[in-house]
């Protein structure tokens, strides 16, 4: 096992893999991540299925029955991808196993269209959980207004939840509360808590895209020298205060009245850590937000990077708060309202979401079509 790759586990880190494909699991290619690069654990988005749907020939067997049995496109997307992640969660059942529930999870998105509709998003969270059918798995809710009491709903049904498309240290607050809500709720509904888990999933890169393109904007001004040095650390302070958020909620009675019942805490998972900026080292958001009890979500070219190049000395979270509210407070003095780019960053999130949802519909009916022929 690589030294670096292990170092970061070593430090707490847990290395999921931001990618999925039939190819993957066929080739030995997912269980080799897991043998030799401490892969452990797997997120997928529609984005992702429908790459790897449209560059390989795996799926064309099934695809060509699927078509043969003349099923909508929604339902072919159901087969497939709950097939996919089905067969994900038994290669990683030993890791499940070995950490107790820790890791080993393989997570599954609900259709990004509901992100704003909370009965709809509650039902079909409950759906994909039944039709994978394993309980290593992860039903990804996004962190709207709508989804938020979806997440509370679907842990108390006794569902495993990803939190997705955290922007806002606000929001986040606000999972973690729908968080212990459900929690709650799942206790008294009689279900074993210690098979229930949960991960927010912060969305980090993004972050700077967003600021560095409004700093980008102030070069020419008096304010660029200022401009200019806080490029690029927006995104890792805004991850780091939400690790703060994190130690200050699970410090209190409330939770470790959910914890006396076995459950375990919400672990924050650092998402959309590629970086965007050739500029930036590749394994920016990594080096920079090592910490026990954190999920590093990342693309196969970031594990690469961070196998080749990465370079950290123990936590590189804890400890920096004053400093990256510093980073925030700067940002606003130039005029770059925190609370705009995160909205922004929200509403273009379930934005890309739909567009990536139409993009895997595209891609199967294509495929459908081509196989029926």
Known sequence: MNDRLKALADAGVSIWLDDLSRQRLTSGSLADLIQDKHVVGVTTNPTIFAKAISDADAYAEKVSRLAAEGVSTDEAIRVITTDDVRDAADLFKPVYDDTEGQDGRVSIEVEPSLARDTEKTNRQAKELWEAVGRENVFVKIPATMGGLPAITATLAAGISVNVTL??????????????????????ENGHDVTKIASVASFFVSRVDTEVDKRLDALIGTASEDAAKALKGKAAIANARLAFEAYEEIFDTDRWREIETAGAKPQRPLWASTGTKDPSYSPTLYVDNLVTRGVVNTMPEATIKAVEEHSEFTGDTVR????????????????????????????DEGVAKFDASWSELQDTVTAALKGAAK
């Open 166 to 187: 955290i922007f806002s240290l606000d929001r986040y607050r606000a999972v973690a509360d729908a968080f212990l809500s459900g929690m709650e709720q799942a206790i």
């Open 319 to 346: 400890g920096e708060y004053d400093a990256d509210r510093k980073v925030i407070a700067d940002l606003e003095r130039l005029g770059i309202s925190y609370d705009e780019v995160v909205q922004v960053l929200e």
